[in-house]
């Protein structure tokens, strides 16, 4: 089984829906990372959570929240869904000792 | 913010042919990792290499840190290194956020 998996990995909705993704790990790290990726370009941070109580915003935050469940869950919502949030999202997980990032399979997010 | 830059953009080689992509970084980094983005989108760990050099098969990479660059060899390409290299970095302000360089696209062809 993967250690880091993603749900959905595609999906379709339209401008103004809200909309979860979600992003489970199996790797016990304690950081959780949300990422997204435009064509042609490199991953930008959304939200980074350090721990179950701890959570971030990235460089990119604007329209998106997050949630830590659990350790091993960490959740990424558009309230609104837009056009310009068509992209593709990672979810990538760290330990605390090394910080090396493990990225899941990514989600495919179109909005119509 | 840190900048990070690959090199080339772009690259095509012929099977078996070696290259080497360059990443270059404005700022002291704490964390480097290379990734291979495969043509499915799917990012796989190629090294974590904050400096010093490590090797993995037929491909090897190189960080010099106090110099601000890393390199990523690949010898006898084959048509699956296809896809997009990427370098990432985090800063040494202690936040651990890595910021991606905007990659190198490679096709290998048969």
């Known amino acids: 089984d993967a250690d880091v998996t993603q749900t959905p990995r595609n999906r379709i909705t339209k401008t103004g829906k809200r909309i979860m993704l979600e992003c489970s790990q199996t790797k016990g790290h304690d950081r959780m990372y949300w990422y997204r990726q435009d064509p042609g370009l490199g991953l930008r941070l959304i939200y980074y959570s350090f721990d179950v109580k701890d959570i971030n915003k990235g460089e990119i935050s604007d329209g998106y929240s997050v949630s830590r469940q659990a350790q091993a869950k960490f959740s990424l919502s558009l309230e609104s869904a837009i056009p310009n949030q068509t992209a593709l999202y990672f979810c990538a997980t760290s330990p605390s000792a090394t910080y090396e990032q493990y990225f899941g399979p990514g989600t495919r997010l179109t909005v119509t | 913010g840190i900048q990070v830059e690959q090199s080339p953009p772009d690259l095509i080689l012929q099977e078996g042919a070696n290259s080497t992509l360059r990443c270059n970084f404005s700022?002291?980094?704490?964390?480097l990792q290379w990734f291979h983005q495969n043509p499915w989108g799917q990012l796989i760990n190629l090294f974590y290499?904050?400096?010093g050099t490590k090797q993995n098969g037929r491909l090897s990479a190189t960080t010099v840190a106090t110099e601000r660059y890393s390199l990523l060899y690949i010898s006898s390409s084959q048509t699956t290194d296809s896809g997009v290299y990427f370098c990432?970095?985090?800063?040494?302000?202690?936040?651990?956020?890595?910021?991606f360089g905007t990659g190198t696209r490679l096709k290998v062809l048969a």
């Open positions: 290499i904050p400096s």
């Open positions: 700022d002291s980094v704490n964390n």
């Open positions: 990432a970095v985090g800063d040494a302000s202690g936040t651990y956020k890595y910021i």
